[in-house]
């Protein structure tokens, strides 16, 4: 069995034993109310995306209370701040290594070190240990367009740095030349009680199959969403733009091989993204049955994705058994 698989048969293996250290970071934005409270709660599947990324790549470490508070946030955008921070601390060691990643409450006075408001706050740092960040860029690295790798973008600790912000939080970055570098975020918090668990999800709802076609510019994404739609038990093909997925849908059907369900990327940097693709898609075939996801749940397109085509939404980084209940689920309904 490849290590890709192993992951998530782990995953599955450990669906009941409420492996809270397992979990804590990414339960924060697994529950989404109607007031914009993202709560912490204990499932017994629930597993993002983003730690299988780090399972795949690197090593990982989770270190975590069990009584984590919740936060007042837009989960997509949470989401994507820890995807980017752990992303970047991935990118970091190309090799491999250890990315440690912690989580506790913190109790700020009115005069601290991130210049926030006394109160409560949630704590989330994410620690590598790749060749660290030189003094005269560390000051740099949340700056829109800066950036030292020669496919960057410069816009992922940017991002982060301006989601975190708004929501009231502090974002900072320490390193050591040579050891690593760890960024820690601040985000206001709310003491709560316990919550309750999350039923146990079905055999049947967690399997599926067809062929399944996903757009992502980004090879990690694209990777981590293929596995877990493989272990699934969907056959899966991706690309990297919407020109690719556009040609690659219209030969399968021209194959006899049409894909069952296409999720598209809403934005591409520079190419087609997913609003444009889904277009030309529904002129190739009308009944087809399209999946937009974003990292911003805010977004108009995401909101109101009947309208531009889309039969529904999936937030990124890709949650484990979301995406396979929503894929499952839309495929049902349409057959």
Not at 33 to 52: M, P
């Amino acid at each position: 069995m490849s290590s890709h698989r192993q992951v998530f048969a782990g995953l599955r293996e450990s669906g009941s034993s409420g492996n809270q250290a397992d979990t804590a970071i990414t339960d924060l934005c697994a529950r989404r109310r109607a007031d914009q409270k993202v709560d912490r709660c204990r499932t017994s599947y629930q597993r993002n995306g983003i730690f299988c990324l780090a399972r795949v790549q690197c090593e990982s470490c989770h270190r975590s209370s069990d009584d984590l508070w919740s936060i007042e946030a837009d989960s997509g955008q949470i989401n994507q701040v820890l995807h980017n921070v752990l992303i970047n601390a991935i990118q970091a060691m190309p090799d491999g290594g250890l990315v440690t990643m912690t989580a506790r409450n913190e109790t700020l006075a009115s005069q601290n070190a991130y210049l926030l408001s006394s109160g409560t706050y949630l704590m989330i740092a994410m620690e590598d240990r790749g060749c660290g960040i030189p003094l005269d860029n560390l000051g740099r690295i949340f700056d829109p367009y800066f950036t030292t790798k020669t496919e960057g973008t410069g816009l992922g600790l940017a991002s982060v740095y301006s989601i975190v912000k708004r929501h009231g939080g502090a974002v900072e970055a320490s390193s050591t030349a040579g050891v690593g570098s760890c960024v820690t975020l601040f985000l206001p918090a709310q003491p709560c009680g316990k919550l309750e668990s999350e039923p146990d999800m079905t055999a049947l709802e967690l399997t599926g199959s067809g062929r399944i076609l996903i757009m992502d510019d980004e090879a990690l994404i694209r990777e981590i969403a293929t596995e877990i739609l493989q272990f699934a038990g969907y056959q899966v093909e991706s690309c990297a733009d919407g020109t690719a997925a556009v040609e690659m849908f219209r030969a399968a059907g021209e194959q006899g091989l049409p894909f069952d369900a296409v999720i598209l990327d809403l934005t591409i940097p520079g190419a087609m993204g997913g609003k444009e693709a889904a277009g030309l898609l529904l002129e190739i075939d009308p009944d087809a049955l399209l999946i937009v996801s974003s990292g911003y749940s805010n977004d108009p397109v995401v909101a109101d994705y009947r309208g531009y085509g889309f039969s529904g939404a999936v937030s990124k980084p890709f949650d484990v058994k979301g995406l396979i209940v929503e894929l499952g689920r839309l495929m049902r309904k349409g057959s």
